[in-house]
């Protein structure tokens, strides 16, 4: 099976500008800001992308790491300091 790369291409920046668009939403709708735990802020982002995005599957695990949880190993939980909740809002 050949691929025509050019198809690829514009597929990839398809892809990217629904990224930037689902980003720009996600800022719009206020999701992510102080005392919003990641679970929360993943939970509305996904019905955010459905939602808005029509995005039924995923190609890669999502997820969301905020404040004290942002620079730890991810654990498969919210495992940082703290209660996983975001205290300095940078967004």
């Known amino acids: 099976m050949e691929f025509d790369e050019s198809v690829r291409a514009a597929e990839l920046l398809q892809a990217q500008a629904r990224?930037?668009?689902?980003?720009?939403?996600?800022?719009?709708a206020g999701i992510l800001g102080p005392g919003v735990r990641d679970s929360e802020a993943?939970?509305?982002?996904?019905?955010?992308?459905?939602?808005?995005?029509?995005?039924?599957?995923?190609w890669h695990?999502?997820?969301?790491?905020?404040?004290?949880?942002?620079?730890?190993?991810?654990?498969g939980r919210s495992s940082g300091p703290g209660d996983g909740r975001r205290r300095h809002c940078l967004c």
């Open 19 to 28: 990224a930037t668009a689902l980003f720009e939403e996600i800022a719009g």
């Open 42 to 58: 993943s939970r509305a982002i996904t019905e955010l992308a459905a939602d808005r995005f029509g995005v039924q599957e995923y």
């Open 61 to 75: 695990k999502r997820i969301v790491r905020s404040g004290p949880n942002t620079l730890q190993p991810y654990r």
